[in-house]
């Protein structure tokens, strides 16, 4: 079974200080991903990438920036964060959808983040 | 552009009934279309997904999805529902390795 694994699991901000969340995939794939879930908006894609060195932006980049120095992990980084960022964190991991990739993503636990 | 709409955010319905949730995409090229469902306080897990073929894709949980190209829906259908069905399900649609979710259904059924 894929293993995500998300840190931290919590984490508590003031605003303006820069946070970092950390992803770590165990099962090679190709493509990860960081999503926010909010109330009322589901989740929305903020940064993406398809291999090491890579990375691209999703739909609300603003604010955030991501890094992939390996194929195992996947930052995202608030470089000044603000209490709108305040929300929950779900990392993913998956490859293309091929004759025997199914495409699914597997999602981490989520880091929930309060900025003060 | 690609976007998913679930137009639905919340359906109660009782134990034993038939549940549908609707789900509407909108893309330019053939959709690759999926479920995704988050039990209360968990993260998200994979339910099924629609590639190419039978329009209508089975999935874990007893769950299948009917694909209808021409009202570009997918609709998760189950029956009967049970009470542990309760969670928030989550339509996807990826394209050129971008998944993009609907805003999500809240399921609640009542035993």
């Known amino acids: 079974e894929a293993a995500v694994t998300q840190s931290p699991r919590n984490k508590v901000a003031v605003t303006g200080g820069k946070v970092t969340l950390s992803c770590n995939q165990t099962n090679n794939h190709n493509n990860m991903y960081w999503y926010r879930q909010d109330t009322g908006h589901g989740l929305r894609l903020i940064h993406y990438s398809y291999g090491a060195g890579s990375t691209e932006k999703g739909d609300i980049p603003d604010g955030y920036k991501a890094s992939r120095p390996s194929q195992e992990n996947f930052s995202l980084i608030l470089e000044l964060a603000t209490p709108s960022q305040t929300s929950v964190y779900f990392c993913?991991?998956?490859?293309?959808?091929?004759?025997?990739?199914?495409?699914?993503?597997?999602f981490g636990e989520g880091s929930k983040l309060t900025v003060l | 552009a690609q976007s998913v709409d679930q137009p639905d955010a919340h359906v109660t319905l009782s134990e034993g009934a038939s549940l549908e949730l609707r789900c509407s995409y909108s893309y330019s090229a053939a959709p690759y279309l999926f479920w995704y469902v988050q039990y209360p306080g968990q993260s998200l897990q994979f339910l099924l997904k629609y590639i190419t073929g039978d329009t209508v894709v089975k999935g874990t949980k007893g769950f299948e999805a009917e694909f209808r190209k021409s009202n570009s829906s997918f609709n998760l259908k189950k029956s009967p529902a049970h009470w542990s069905d309760s969670a928030k399900y989550f339509c996807?649609?990826?394209?050129?390795?971008?998944?993009?979710f609907g805003k999500g259904t809240k399921l609640s059924v009542k035993s």
């Open positions: 996807a649609l990826e394209g050129r390795a971008k998944l993009t």
């Open positions: 993913a991991s998956g490859d293309a959808i091929t004759g025997e990739n199914t495409g699914q993503l597997y």
